[in-house]
């Protein structure tokens, strides 16, 4: 049976109904993490340049999310994005490429990260180990992604390991557990605060950041680690701008620099 005249796989169906709709904060992803069957390295995480939830599927896909969600001029990043089954139909016929489906029924092309940037462009990102990119169907349903996009002038990528640094593999876990939807820790943090610990860093513009934290706690008589989980919190939220390929214990305050425009996410709201 040609693929045209097989039916869509009836969750799928369902769930186009109301997923993959909208954008910003009213954006819901086509597959969220609790409904897999084994969420392995599945994760929620609050965004700072949305303000919402995001669904990540695995560990690269969440270190992609990171490395564009810590990017200024991102202003949206839409996870799971579920493509119109009617176009890949159509290029899967252009190709001479079976359609993804299981036992006979149709099944949704996604897109794993689609960004919008504040110049007015997108970015549709597919995450995939590098190892993934030697399996020949991986590579057609790769090529159905990028025909779809390509075709809608919206530049097309694929991020793997490859792109993250060794920087970046020490900084973004570092900063991650301050956009954790449930933690309940350090929820408060405003615009002068961050001033305030900008200014203490810079009266010592040559000591490592991690080694003045420490000083300035004992300093102020606060609790140990108060600065650094400032900072920490500041840089996961875009507050502050910080070289997330230079690993975080080798910052000075040169490194730092106050990000001119506001963060978008409440630090108060998770969802």
Request: net charge neutral.
């Amino acid at each position: 049976m040609a693929d045209t005249n097989k039916l869509i796989d009836p969750k799928h169906e369902r769930l186009l109904k109301t997923r993959g709709r909208g954008a910003g904060k009213d954006y819901e992803p086509f597959i969220k993490v609790h409904e897999l069957s084994s969420q392995g390295e599945s994760v929620r995480i609050r965004s700072a340049s949305v303000g919402r939830v995001h669904h990540l599927l695995s560990g690269l896909e969440l270190f992609a999310f990171l490395v564009f969600d810590q990017f200024e001029k991102t202003i949206d990043i839409r996870e799971q994005y579920p493509l119109p089954i009617e176009d890949t139909l159509d290029i899967c016929a252009r190709l001479g490429i079976r359609h993804p489906q299981v036992r006979g029924f149709l099944t949704v092309v996604s897109t794993d990260l689609l960004i919008d940037l504040s110049s007015g462009k997108q970015l549709a990102i597919a995450v995939k180990s590098s190892s993934e990119l030697a399996n020949q169907r991986v590579i057609e349903k790769l090529q159905i992604e990028k025909t779809f996009w390509e075709t809608r002038g919206v530049e097309w990528r694929i991020f793997t390991q490859r792109e993250v640094t060794d920087g970046m593999r020490e900084n973004l876990p570092w900063i991650q557990p301050y956009l954790n939807p449930d933690m309940t820790n350090h929820q408060e943090l405003g615009a002068s605060d961050v001033q305030d610990l900008l200014y203490r860093l810079e009266l010592h513009p040559q000591t490592k950041l991690t080694r003045l934290c420490a000083k300035l706690d004992d300093q102020y008589r606060l609790d140990p680690g108060f600065h650094l989980s400032t900072l920490r919190h500041a840089v996961a939220y875009r507050f502050i701008r910080a070289p997330l390929d230079k690993a975080f214990h080798s910052w000075t305050y040169g490194d730092l620099a106050l990000r001119e425009t506001v963060p978008v996410a409440g630090v108060n709201n998770a969802s």
